[in-house]
Nanobody
Framework: QVLLEESGGGLVQAGGSLRLSCAAS????????TAWFRQAPGKDREFVAA????????YYTDSVKGRFVISKDGAMNTVYLQMNSLKPEDTASYYC???????????????????WGQGTQVTVSS
């Protein structure tokens, strides 16, 4: 069983940057697909980005392509989300999730992921 803990959220002005971290314990993320999701008040949780533990392939939702970068450390104990050129519409709680054996077509599906962190708040002011 893997435990996930997010950090790095905060308040930033539009155009600024933040880096979120997802630290794993109990297992390494090398055998998992790790994803970031976000949820704004009154909205459904939505996929942001994912990275394969094996091979490191990355995936992004269209609205963050070119602005956000998902990466991992060499030991696969931590996955990062570098967020640049932030916009007020990026404001949300950001969650890290992990699961084994997620196929490409299900990467963006919330219920595919069994392991979740508690979330970290990102607020972007205009």
């Amino acid at each position: 069983q893997v435990l996930l803990e997010e950090s790095g959220g905060g308040l930033v002005q539009a155009g600024g940057s933040l880096r979120l971290s997802c630290a794993a314990s109990g297992d390494t993320l090398s055998a998992y697909t790790t994803a970031w999701f976000r949820q704004a008040p009154g909205k459904d949780r939505e996929f942001v980005a994912a990275i394969r533990g094996s091979g490191g392939a990355t995936y992004y939702t269209d609205s963050v392509k070119g602005r956000f970068v998902i990466s991992k450390d060499g030991a696969m104990n931590t996955v990062y989300l570098q967020m640049n050129s932030l916009k007020p519409e990026d404001t949300a709680s950001y969650y890290c999730a992990a699961e084994r054996g997620v196929i490409d077509s299900n990467l963006r599906v919330v219920r595919e992921y069994h392991y979740w962190g508690q979330g970290t708040q990102v607020t972007v002011s205009s």
